[in-house]
């Protein structure tokens, strides 16, 4: 079982991406898939997880992640705020929207980083919400190329199936650029990598 | 072969109602149950689904629309959660002393004071006494074929039926649900026939004050006293275990998944320690079963899904060779234990069945409860119950004491 927890603030559309994750990976032939929010009221602009599990065989586990094995960050100053790296395993892959090198961020020995500038694909293809760059695809397409466990076709049926028609091309344009764009690196323990 | 959809549990309740072709609708919006209502008027609105949609200013009135409806001869439906329940509960006697076939969905959640909009099981339990048949649901797939079933049960028996399932655990939560066929569930699901049926040329008056004795109405025949009706309703959910048994039977041939009993079990088969529940805690309790057995001890989960009619035979039967047994739930009688506790052993009363039992008290309010201390926590009382110092105990899991 595969544990992944998204870390955003509510109208980033964090619900959203983890909803299409666990479309795209049942559609790949996963039989257990569940997604749900933070349980409870959500707020615009708040700090708020959702989570998405992905299994070979059906689920029977509904309580929260304890420790995910992989951790997407769809608004990097939440990296001051929430203390993600604690929400992942060690060993574990955290995917950060930022414009920095994984390098820049000070995590743990043992953790791999991967970073996309998500905002920039936005931009690119004009993917707004009420004026904020819309990021949760672009991340779908840094998870297809760090995580290795569902693939980018199937994360862009999954897109197509939970997304209104008139936005799926450009999201799936968002899609495929973040997708080679995405840099990946494992954090050593040697100081070259502070 | 039939669509699978990725839903969540209120998305699989309102889907449900639809492929039953309800005709009345009637909710009062309250969380986490909102969300089945709004995708009930979003299909009446677009007309996927045939049916009126009323709208109150209560769930006291949303439950009389119901009893109304359903009088008049409609299939009805509403759905609530917690505070919205007991507000109703003056209806919910209504509802069954009238034996009207309503289904309601009770989407658990917790009970103020203090103010909780999470998940337990208190709210449908504290309506355990309304004459409600009530059936609880373990994962999204349940939920969809229980409201259907429901409906079957409760146009069968004339008695109203609560589907419960878990607030946000389920209610919130995506996972795969394999739609049942629309002409699979008509063909299941036979046209609602009222008893009574409620007109303009034939005016009856419907429930008038009832004295203590029987009496004779204007047409000279000895009529039931308000006795008679209540002995009625009792009997009539006792006999519904064997309809709920026998529309599980025949639904389970018309999808291949098991409804065959008022329990569920997992890896009983040689289980020495049982752990049994209702809902979503029992599902979480199967994956600590898996835990357990990797430490060599040989457990099983009896899910219940039947709460009232109790299957007592049923759990007489299941724990017959039980060395010990933990009953999980979220729910507490105050001053004595968990509802579902006494039931269960009230069931064992003089059968010579006499396993240690211990009670956990679980996930009120929507704290958390993961496999991993249900896994702790069992193996922290089978130590207990092998020292045979403490074979009967309510132990209140994951809460500072």
Known sequence: MHEIIWHGRGGQGVVVAAQILAEAAYLQGYLGVTSAPTFGPERRGAPLTASTRISD?????????????????????????????????????????????????????????????????????????????????????????????????????????????????????????????????????????? | MAEVQIMTGNTAAATAVKLCQVQVVSAYPITPQTSVTETLSQFIESGELKAEYVRVESEHSAMTVCISASTVGARVFTSTSSHGLLYMHEQLHWAAGSRLPIVMCCVNRGVGAPWSIFNDQQDSISQRDTGWIQLYCRDNQEIIDTVIQAYRIAEEVYAPVMVCYDGFVLSHTMMPVCLPDADMVNSFLPPYKPHTILSADNPRNINPVIFPGMRKNSAGILCDGYMEIRYKLQETLEKSRDVIVSTGIKYSKLTGRDYSGMLWHYKTDDAEVILTGMGSIATEATVAVDELRLKGIKAGVLGVRVFRPFPHAAIQQALQNARAVIVLEKDISYGYEGALCSDIKAALYGTGINPPLHNFIAGLGGRDVKAREIFEAVQTSLTEMNNKNTQNKTIWINCRQ
């Open chain 1, 57 to 194: 065989t059906p689920l029977r586990t509904f309580s929260q992640i304890e420790s995910a094995d992989i951790a997407v960050v769809l608004d990097p100053s939440l990296l001051k705020v929430v203390d993600v790296q604690s929400s992942v395993k060690d060993g574990g892959l955290i995917i950060i929207n930022s414009y920095l090198q994984p390098a820049d961020f000070h995590l743990r020995a043992g953790l791999t980083v991967a970073v996309v500038d998500a905002v920039k694909v936005a931009l690119k293809f004009h993917l707004l919400k009420e004026g904020a760059p819309v990021v949760n695809t672009p991340l779908l397409g840094a998870f297809a190329r760090a995580a290795g466990l569902v693939a980018l076709e199937y994360i862009e049926k999954g897109l197509i199936k939970k997304l209104p028609a008139k936005v799926v091309a450009a999201n799936s344009m968002a899609l495929n650029m973040a997708y080679e764009e995405t840099v990946i690196k494992k954090i050593g323990s040697g100081l070259r990598d502070h």
